[in-house]
């Protein structure tokens, strides 16, 4: 009666951890990641873009001037994506790589500083 079926894994899911399988969780690297992944969309709309406006001008087929306008304006936006990726990556970077020295700051202070003060009196 009961079959034994063999579960498939969702394909969205699996390019969602893709970043996580690449990285091994690391947010730096995630982060670096994401900023050459968008380097490569970014790229590609603009080579689309490009590749179409050339047909364009060579055939004078108003659906390559279509797809160059949608290319071009795609790259538009992930432009601004990218710069936001570039931003998001060197914050990533600045706050798990930030090699603070062990010294104390003038507001730390230990409890055996406090309780000396005390003492004094």
């Known amino acids: 009666m009961f ?4 579960q498939k894994k969702n394909p ?16 730096v690297r995630k982060a670096e990641f994401d900023y050459y992944m968008m380097w490569i969309l970014f790229l590609a709309f603009l080579i689309m873009g490009i590749r179409n406006i050339t047909f364009f001008f060579l055939t004078y087929d108003l659906s390559y001037l279509t797809w160059a306008l949608i290319g071009f304006a795609i790259s538009y ?6 710069v936001a990726f570039y931003q998001r990556k060197n914050s990533v970077k600045g ?5 603070e020295s062990p010294e ?11 309780l000396a003060e005390f003492d004094d009196e």
């Open 104 to 114: 104390k700051n003038d507001k730390e202070v230990s409890a055996k500083e406090i």
């Open 12 to 27: 969205l899911n699996l390019f969602f951890s893709l970043g996580d399988k690449v990285t091994g969780g690391d947010p």
């Open 3 to 6: 079959e034994n079926k063999v």
């Open 77 to 82: 936006f992930q432009y601004f994506g990218l």
């Open 95 to 99: 706050v798990y790589n930030n090699e």
